[in-house]
């Protein structure tokens, strides 16, 4: 029974006993399921199923913005907090807010909301008021761990300062200089650690998926030294050339020894300045080139198709060009 102001003490008292019945034989990760299901019937019932309907016609592309949306919240602690050293304040040891805070050079009000936050992520714990890094974030946000997170924070960090100024890139058509490798002036650095970083994981999976020719001599630029160190395990007769703007040259020789490119296995390493028509790329005869990002740069002066044309130039016969 029901009453004008909604069900009676009965009812309620029944639907909790079923609910409570029912939920007790499901596991954890349908009762989630279950009760976004009983929501619907909570109030417009009509229009919420005409909502489920439209939402689970895009479920994909729905779940994928949801959760970009919802998450963001929590990216913009994670790199507040790495941003300000907050996982390396925590590196020696428990400690408690206020003098967290101090190391930081924030206001302690500030460190407990964003401790709060990191705590609510598993990626502190706190113990008598004292805060220190889980097992999880001491491994993945030390930035010597082979598993760190670092390089793409840094990657994260350089879109998010970037973000002022894409209104202006818009008007006016020019990349902000922060996310452009070409300019000196950037975050070079950031980009090319966290995108070679990356590129040691996925390049992984691309090796073991596709059937390679054999692979005697190559090109790579400074994006993808880490996939030419994957590139030279895979085939022990490989060697490889290095071709870039000069500035990204000079960064090559540390990211060598980031992923152990062997010195006998480098024919050449060179600059050059960037217009695939005019430059020369080592001695012009290779199994395999690697481009990065060339097929989307500069569209109006068909700069990827110029690259396009200038790797089959340089292939040998049945060799691959990677964009």
């Known amino acids: 029974m029901s009453t004008p102001d909604g069900p009676s003490k009965i009812t309620r008292r029944l639907r909790s006993r079923v609910k409570t019945a029912v939920e007790d034989r499901i596991p954890n990760g349908w009762q989630s399921r279950l009760g976004m299901l009983r929501g619907i019937f909570v109030q417009d019932t009509t229009r919420q199923l005409g909502r489920l309907t439209t939402v689970l016609r895009h479920l994909k592309d729905y779940r994928r913005i949801d959760r970009a949306l919802f998450y963001h919240r929590y990216a913009a602690s994670l790199l507040l ?6 996982f390396e304040a925590l ?4 400690r408690e807010p206020d003098t967290i805070a101090r190391r930081l050079r924030i206001r302690p009000e500030a460190a407990r909301n964003l401790l709060q936050i990191l705590l ?20 993945f946000f030390n930035p010597d761990s082979d598993v760190s997170l670092v390089p793409m924070l840094e990657v994260a960090e350089t879109y998010a300062r970037a973000y002022p100024h894409f209104f202006d890139a818009a008007e006016s058509g020019a990349a902000p200089g ?33 059937d390679w020719p054999d692979i005697r001599h190559f090109i790579v630029g400074s994006m993808g030294v880490s996939f030419s160190s994957l590139l030279l395990s895979e085939f022990p007769h490989a060697r490889v050339t290095y071709g870039c703007l000069p500035h990204l040259v000079e960064r090559i020789p540390h990211l060598r020894r980031r992923y152990d490119v062997p010195p006998d296995r480098v024919v050449d390493m060179h600059a050059h300045g960037g217009e695939p028509d005019e430059d ?17 740069l500069d569209p109006e002066n068909h700069l990827g198709e110029k690259f396009a044309r200038k790797a089959h130039h340089v292939l040998q016969p049945g060799g691959v060009a990677l964009f």
């Open 178 to 210: 922060l996310l452009d490798v070409f300019d000196e002036e950037g975050r070079v650095d950031a980009l090319l650690t966290g995108v070679n970083s990356y590129l040691d994981q996925a390049g992984r999976e691309l090796i073991a998926r596709v």
């Open 120 to 139: 609510s992520q598993n990626l502190v714990r706190c113990t008598e008021g004292r805060y220190e890094l889980t097992e999880f974030a001491a491994e």
């Open 280 to 296: 020369r790329w080592g001695r012009e005869a290779f199994d395999l080139v690697f481009l990065t990002k060339k097929m989307i």
């Open 91 to 94: 590196d020696g040891g428990p």
């Open 81 to 86: 907090a790495y941003h300000l050293g907050l």
